[in-house]
């Protein structure tokens, strides 16, 4: 796996923001094209007599819209990236870096949920490695505080950043750490940023999830980038500093076609 799969991997997902066209009400899938604006809000008079069919609006919505549906997608690269070097880091099949259960959800239905990275001791062949992973983890409940025994590997929640203290998303965390500690797991939620609320922080940590952020200082139970030099054997810190020229020329030009009319 070269440095420019890891970079197609990371940045597939955000490209498909690039053509974004918000769909100002309509039921239009594609989204609504700047003629077509022009159309929809230079015929209501309301809207017309304002001035509200300028372009300027269109490349307004244009960009929030954009810029949600960007950090959504930047979410589900890091997601990938993660996934994708964990397996190759560890020679982990597709099956066994990743984790899902099924639970009955509020409607009293199966639902499945899936966290996007595992890594079971019992599916990694170096055994240097094994004794590294085994450790951490150990060092990793110490400090949560939590003495159990068991504990066969960890199981990994992405994110690009968690900056808003969502309820519905924390109360699935909080279930996907119960379940995860029920099959002998260890409960990791890992920020690639370092755009972390900290409510959620000191949250997460009285539940007993170990958070990883993108801080560039720390130890590997505090920071994303250190953890995967020295747990995976990855440099992943590197890899963003050697390629952020061509990492940056392809965000920035998806950022330019969404602020654009």
Not at 80 to 86: N, S
Not at 178 to 201: D, T
């Amino acid at each position: 796996m070269t440095d420019a799969d890891l970079i197609k991997i990371f940045t597939d997902p955000i490209k498909r923001c690039a053509n974004y066209k918000p769909v100002f009400g309509t039921n239009k899938k594609d989204g609504v094209s700047l003629s077509e604006f022009r159309s929809l809000y230079g015929g209501d008079p309301l809207y017309s007599w304002v001035g509200l069919d300028s372009d300027y609006i269109y490349s307004a919505h244009k960009a929030a819209g954009g810029i949600t549906s960007f950090y959504r997608q930047l979410g589900i690269g890091c997601e990938r990236l993660v996934r994708e070097i964990i397996k190759n880091s560890l020679s982990l099949s597709e099956e066994q870096a990743n984790w899902s259960y099924e639970y009955t959800n509020s409607q009293k239905k199966k639902a499945k949920l899936s966290l996007d990275a595992r890594i079971d001791v019992n599916h990694v062949q170096d055994r240097n490695r094994v004794s590294i992973i085994n450790r951490w983890c150990k060092e990793s409940l110490s400090t949560l505080d939590n003495n159990r025994d068991g504990i066969k590997g960890a199981v990994f929640e992405v994110r690009q950043g968690y900056k808003s203290a969502d309820s519905k998303r924390q109360n699935a965390d909080l279930r996907n750490a119960v379940r995860a500690y029920n099959e002998g797991y260890l409960p990791v939620v890992m920020v690639m940023s370092n755009q972390l609320n900290e409510a959620i922080r000191s949250r997460y940590a009285g539940s007993q999830i170990l958070i990883l952020s993108g801080r560039m200082s720390g130890n590997n139970k505090e920071c994303t980038y250190s953890f995967f030099k020295e747990i995976v054997g990855f440099d992943l810190e590197g890899f963003f500093k050697n390629n952020q020229k061509t990492i940056r020329s392809e965000i920035e030009g998806i950022l330019h076609n969404l602020v654009q009319p």
